[in-house]
């Protein structure tokens, strides 16, 4: 079956995966040729947490995320230039230099925000084979025709193009955005192998059957989630703006080939907006990671500000929301940091009224919610709660005990402990003047130290 609206209930006589036990995941990825925005990373957010929720469940996983390194061109369809050859001529460099520093670049980013990478995460330009293999099957099946620019895909021989969006062909319209290509039967009709232009050397570009060029962007995401998935699988993420014409070609492929929907469910989240409007390079909103690390915001509080709202509504971003998520989630830390105790059994009523909310369409707030009940409980002893949080923190990947154990091994230091001894003493002695310049000196071992009932307690500098 196919999952027309953007909801996921996880209750067992609605989700039927075709493994039992078993979930496979394709989320669409970053497309590497600049650094990608915290709206684009609210959808690869989303796609943790689709992934989280299974693991969560026991399932095992099969996740694919793509990395886009060649074949997406600037009007996000069929026409315009490629964004990696676009991007290697403005900052002069080889197309392949952008896609590995990108590429890179949001690697290193997925790590600080706690986002557990996908069990695969092919390049386009590593699966030229397979997509133009697929072209092929197309081609052989009766779905394509050839311009003087690409090979086709013709729309109109599918009778439910459009279902994904709940969209009639007749009323998909074409040039809003980019001059009308006349070639095409179809306004809908999408390229599936772009032909390298005459007199023209791209730095990407492959023989094929059809001539010398490069695939179109959508056939990449049919041809490798099939290629690791099979066809077809259970889900398939990505934001909301794909949703019109990149997965309702996907789709299209899909069909034309092995006479399927691709994916059992398909699943939507919504936008960011910026100071409730749109984020735009125009508007100079347009914020990465390394922006907020440079506001001194922790990437993990983005992950907490995306995790109060529902994937299915747009979440306005504001510099004061995100200090706010920072302050709750360094609240909830110096909770468990305060008042730490050895772990022992997690309350089940309390995971299962987290599981609960999980499970109504992935409600995070409601989740949150449920944490916060758990961190306030007073009647809970701490080693229960402990036990409790750090069970639901395997969903909310606030890496919550990464604190104790970073203090742990710190104060098992020879050069930390010492220091620690020589602080006690002096604030024995009341030599105030030393126990503050020997708490800078921890500090500049990148730890904080507050006295406490317990004694000496570390953690690292926020």
Request: charged letters at 20%; hydrophobic letters at 35%; proline letters at 6%.
């Given at each position: 079956m196919i999952q027309f609206t953007n909801s996921l209930s996880r209750k067992k006589e609605d989700f039927k995966p075709l493994k039992d036990l078993e979930v496979g995941i394709y989320s669409c990825g970053p497309t590497v040729y600049h650094t990608a925005s915290i709206g684009n990373f609210r959808a690869f957010l989303f796609a943790d947490f689709v992934h989280r929720l299974f693991e969560f469940d026991g399932y095992k996983i099969k996740h694919v995320m793509n990395i886009t390194d060649v074949g997406h061109l600037t009007d996000d369809g069929s026409d315009g230039d490629d964004k990696m050859e676009k991007a290697a001529a403005k900052e002069g460099k080889t197309a392949w230099d952008i896609a590995e520093f990108y590429t890179n670049q949001f690697l290193t980013d997925m790590d600080r925000l706690n986002i557990k990478r996908p069990d695969v995460m092919p390049k386009a330009t590593d699966h030229i084979e397979q997509q133009i293999k697929m072209v092929g099957e197309l081609e052989g099946n009766g779905y394509t025709y050839k311009t003087s620019d690409g090979i086709y895909f013709d729309t109109s021989k599918l009778d439910d193009y459009g279902k994904l969006s709940n969209q009639k062909l007749e009323d998909k319209e074409e040039g809003a955005r980019v001059q009308v290509n006349k070639e095409k039967k179809n306004s809908?009709?999408?390229?599936?192998?772009?032909?390298?232009?005459?007199?023209?050397?791209?730095?990407?570009?492959?023989?094929?059957?059809?001539?010398?060029?490069?695939?179109?962007?959508?056939?990449?995401?049919?041809?490798?989630?099939?290629?690791?998935?099979?066809?077809?699988?259970?889900?398939?993420?990505?934001?909301?703006?794909?949703?019109?014409?990149?997965?309702?070609?996907?789709?299209?492929?899909?069909?034309?080939?092995?006479?399927n929907n691709q994916s059992n469910y398909w699943l939507h989240n919504e936008f960011i907006l910026i100071d409730g409007g749109k984020m735009s390079k125009s508007l100079n909103n347009v914020y990465s990671i390394d922006d907020l690390i440079e506001r001194g915001i922790d990437p993990l509080a983005f992950r907490y500000f995306t995790l109060g709202a529902h994937y299915r509504s747009p979440i306005n971003f504001t510099w004061e929301a995100v200090d706010a998520a920072q302050n709750a989630l360094n609240n909830l830390r110096d909770a468990i940091w305060m008042h730490f105790a050895a772990p022992t059994e997690s309350d089940n009523i309390a995971i299962q009224r987290f599981r609960d909310k999980l499970h109504d369409d992935l409600d995070t707030p409601g989740a949150l919610a449920v944490l916060w009940d758990v961190a306030k409980d007073k009647e809970m002893n701490w080693s229960t709660k402990l036990a409790t949080l750090f069970e639901m923190d395997g969903f909310l990947g606030f890496n919550l005990d990464g604190e104790l154990r970073a203090a742990q091994e710190a104060g098992a230091r020879e050069d930390v402990q010492a220091i620690l001894d020589k602080r006690k003493d002096a604030r024995a002695q009341k030599d105030f003047d030393a126990s503050d310049s020997l708490r800078d000196e921890l500090k500049a071992l990148g730890l904080v130290v507050e006295d406490h009932p317990k004694g000496q307690l570390l953690r690292p500098v926020r």
């Open positions: 809908s009709d999408f390229a599936l192998w772009k032909f390298s232009k005459e007199g023209e050397k791209r730095q990407m570009e492959w023989e094929s059957p059809w001539g010398v060029g490069f695939p179109g962007w959508h056939i990449e995401c049919s041809a490798m989630s099939i290629e690791y998935l099979g066809s077809p699988f259970d889900i398939h993420t990505g934001g909301m703006d794909l949703g019109p014409v990149h997965h309702e070609n996907e789709i299209a492929q899909t069909q034309g080939v092995y006479k």
